[in-house]
């Protein structure tokens, strides 16, 4: 587990809070809970969520991956990459939450390094950080 401390008030309306905490999906990470707690009369908002390994500009910056590989296998790290956060921001957008904050920062591995044979690891790629995410009325 991760927890994400000080996020603000940002998530006061427990219907998010709700919302958030229905969102599963293999390229979503998940989010466990919502802590709030008074530090010296301020709320203090914190976001319990699954730990992931390691961030998409963290593993595309890891220049020795990249190295002896054919240019086809390279290509369908990439696919696999791009397939897994369209995925997630499909169910994020059939949720009616628009995330405002997609980079590769916010992309992250839950796998070790490794087994998969496109990607080089051993998980799914997931959206996370929701604090600039919407939900839409509908």
Not at 63 to 73: A, I, L, R, S, Y
Not at 83 to 93: T, W
Not at 112 to 121: D, K, L, R, V, Y
């Amino acid at each position: 587990m991760a927890i994400k401390k000080n996020l603000n008030p940002l998530i006061q309306n427990e219907d998010e809070v709700a919302l958030f905490l229905e969102l599963h999906h293999p390229h979503v990470v998940a989010c466990y809970g919502v802590l709030k707690e008074y530090d010296d009369g301020t709320l203090m908002t914190s976001i319990v969520t699954e730990r992931c390994t390691t961030s998409l500009e963290q593993f595309l910056d890891d220049h020795d991956q990249w190295k002896d590989k054919e240019p086809n296998t390279i290509d369908m790290m990439k696919y696999t990459i791009v397939q897994h956060i369209a995925l997630g921001l499909q169910k994020l957008h059939d949720m009616n939450v628009l995330h405002r904050d997609i980079k590769a920062n916010n992309i992250l591995l839950d796998g070790a390094p490794g087994t998969c044979p496109h990607c080089s690891h051993s998980g799914n790629w997931k959206i996370c950080d929701f604090g600039e995410a919407s939900v839409l009325k509908t």
